[in-house]
């Protein structure tokens, strides 16, 4: 997912731009989703919105993983079950976090 702040923008057009959405739509509030398949058992989403917060407020809800439940509707458990740094990176910022998430979903609807 892209979280961009009104600080950080380098060059709006370049930075906001995916498949055919503009920086005017995502502007006015619409969510660009870009779906990928992998294998026949996973596949990959990619999300792109403009929010109008700071970074760090907007980690801080995006990591907020006890609360995935709240927004994700088929999430019934989501929480961290271990934190470890990492120093790969940077060792003063960069940590892994492994997380246990339930899910339920209805085949018969």
Sequence with gaps: MTVTSPNSFR??????????RSLASLLNGEIDLKTQSHTAWGAAVTAQMYLPLERTAAWAQLTDYSR????F????SSHVIQ????????????????????AKKSFYS
Excluded: C, M
């Design 83 to 102: 934190a470890d740094k990492s120093f790969e990176d940077n060792p003063a910022t960069t940590i892994r976090k492994r997380l246990y998430q339930a």
């Design 68 to 71: 995935w439940v709240q927004y």
């Design 73 to 76: 509707p088929d999430l019934t």
């Design 11 to 20: 060059s709006p057009a370049s930075q906001f731009v995916h498949g055919d």
